[in-house]
Structures are given as C-alpha cells and as structure tokens.
C-alpha cells in the first residue's frame, strides 16, 4: 500500500510518495524542483540538468508515462552515463523525481 507525507516544499504544500515522489504530479514546480535538487546534494540545477527535466515533463505530458531510456537518450541527446552523471541518485530517484512524474514503482499499481 502506498503511503503518503504532507511536505512543504518552495513555500507550498504538497504529499510525496515514501520515497520522494509528487503525489500528483500538477504539485510540481521550478522552485520545488530546484530545492529538491539542493536536498539531493545537487547545489543548484544547470542547463542541461534542465534541458533534461523539461524533456521528461514534456514527454509524460504529450504521452501520460514517462520516456524509455533510448527515447530518453535520443531526446535528450545524452547517454546513459552523462544522464546518470548529471543526477546523481540516477534517472529514476533523480531525474524523474525532480521532474515531479510519478514513481515508476506506482505505475503498475
């Protein structure tokens, strides 16, 4: 069963999953990405980092799931290594989490 938390985060309320996923993915925000990017070691998002976020957002958006890795490789035009440098808890607690989509473990649920 899933659970939820209550968490304030970029001055507005919003439930995470237990590991650190929007509950709903419309609660996200750049400001809320930005400062879960700075609880996960990340000391501010850079370009790229963004380039990366804004895929993911927008793929889910045109698509309702998130990218395969080779989608996400080719629209980002980055591989996996670079994309696993750039987040260092990885796509799928870094890039995905901080892009606010769902958490992938949910989605079969």
Excluded: H
């Amino acid at each position: 069963m899933r659970t939820r938390e209550l968490r304030t985060v970029a001055g507005r309320e919003a439930w995470f999953d237990s590991e650190g996923f929007f509950w709903e993915p419309d609660d996200w925000s750049e400001a809320a990405a930005q400062e879960l990017a700075r609880d996960s070691g990340i000391p501010a998002l850079d370009e790229v980092q963004w380039r990366v976020i804004r895929f993911l957002r927008d793929y889910y958006g045109r698509n309702g799931r998130a990218p395969m890795n080779r989608e996400l490789k080719a629209g980002t035009d980055l591989s996996l290594l670079e994309l696993e440098r750039l987040f260092p808890d990885g796509i799928r607690m870094g890039a995905r989490r901080l892009a606010g989509l769902p958490n992938p473990k949910t989605c079969i649920e």
